[in-house]
């Protein structure tokens, strides 16, 4: 496990709340009288049994299974390109999902499998070796999390029909979800060792009731392989990951943008290891709630809230866009240039979801607390967009 080093603080550590410094983590994230611990914590919850609120919906509680959100999911930067691997279970169907970006083609792979919920297999936890799994005739994701010692270990693979999106000039994502099908195989095998902090974030949605976005993410240093197509990717010094792992109630209506970077980069003529996560939610309160962050070997860094700029929209993209994130202190200043997309449109009078996964490159910097800037120019940008109507 990498050498753990004291949190960076510094002259732009007044612009970040207090509440976003970890404190000592609870037992469980659901207290006896079933309201929800809020905040930003130092480690994983051992217990987060989100069925047990009380009210976290206006539905009764007998409802709380259904309405639940619950996913985990990792992005591996190799070389030549980003894998994401995602067990999902959205209370009325499960997913097992599987994304790679080739970075030298610019071309985005995407196996997205449904099946039904029960068969969905989430981790209760992230400690002592908890297993999230979901496994179809032609997929399989599996999560074997020990957190309480730093580690975890990832294994997939996916066959069959895939969404293969390009840059295309006059092309919307949608019409490409609809021609670009075809057939290919991904699989992995991939071992994690953490690198830095926790990310750890307890979000109230709703002023009113206990409805809590929860979301964990690491950083990783990864090794193992993986093969799409019959190419053999093996990772090396520079390959890193992070894992997300995601529990929540969300709104009817709701709406979040994110985008990250991770890997050994060289920043100043120096190379390390850094990765950061900005998203921009539905928290009460953007500055107390949020999971903003810098990570860097040993150590790690609060950033405050963002805003993102699409121009164009999302849904308008035929082979170029840009996203731009920043903050009202000049501690974020990036634009995420997008190359290529992948569109999961689902419309069904019941669940409608608008969901789109953006890859490209990135220009501009990040500043740490102590004011040190990071010049993240060419570096891999990876985001998503994403609108739900429950």
Not at 74 to 87: K, M, Q, R, W, Y
Not at 350 to 378: M, P, Q, S, W
Request: net charge negative; with cysteine.
């Amino acid at each position: 496990m990498v050498k753990k080093k004291e949190p960076i603080r510094g002259e732009y550590s007044k612009y970040i709340n207090e509440t976003r410094r970890a404190v000592p983590t609870p037992k469980s994230m659901v207290r006896a009288d079933g309201s929800c611990e809020f905040g930003t914590f130092d480690k994983e919850f051992e217990e987060m049994d989100l069925v047990r609120l009380k009210g976290p919906t206006a539905l009764p509680n007998a409802f709380n299974r259904l309405k639940l959100t619950l996913w985990e999911a990792t992005e591996v930067h190799f070389d030549n390109g980003v894998l994401l691997a995602v067990v999902c279970d959205m209370g009325i169907f499960g997913k097992t999902l599987n994304v790679f970006y080739d970075k030298r083609t610019k071309t985005t792979y995407c196996w997205d499998t449904d099946l039904k919920s029960k068969d969905t297999q989430i981790a209760p936890n992230l400690i002592r070796g908890a297993v999230a799994f979901a496994q179809t005739d032609v997929s399989f994701v599996k999560y074997e999390n020990y957190f309480d010692e730093g580690r975890a270990h990832l294994t997939g693979s996916h066959k069959g029909p895939c969404l293969i999106t390009v840059p295309r000039k006059d092309k919307t994502a949608v019409q490409a979800m609809k021609e670009n099908m075809g057939e290919a195989t991904i699989e992995y095998d991939i071992n994690l060792e953490r690198m830095s902090d926790p990310c750890v974030a307890s979000i109230p949605f709703d002023k009113k009731r206990p409805r809590p976005l929860y979301s964990q993410k690491d950083f990783f240093k990864a090794e193992g392989e993986l093969t799409i197509n019959g190419e053999k990717m093996v990772a090396n010094e520079f390959t890193t990951a992070i894992i997300d792992d995601h529990r929540g109630y969300y709104p009817r209506r709701a709406h979040y943008d994110w985008v990250t970077t991770l890997g050994r980069y060289n920043i100043d003529g120096e190379d390390m290891y850094l990765a950061f996560n900005l998203t921009r939610n539905q928290s009460i309160n953007q500055a107390k709630y949020n999971e903003n962050i810098l990570w860097l070997e040993g150590t790690s860094s609060l950033l405050p809230p963002v805003t993102f700029t699409r121009e164009p929209a999302t849904k308008d993209f035929k082979d170029y866009a840009e996203v731009l994130i920043r903050d009202q202190y000049d501690m974020v200043n990036l634009k995420q240039k997008v190359y290529s997309l992948n569109p999961m449109i689902l419309h069904t009078g019941v669940v409608n979801i608008d969901y789109y996964i953006t890859f490209g490159e990135l220009e501009g910097y990040i500043r740490d607390e102590a004011g040190r800037k990071y010049d993240l120019t060419g570096c891999l940008g990876m985001g998503e967009d994403k609108t739900l109507l429950l």
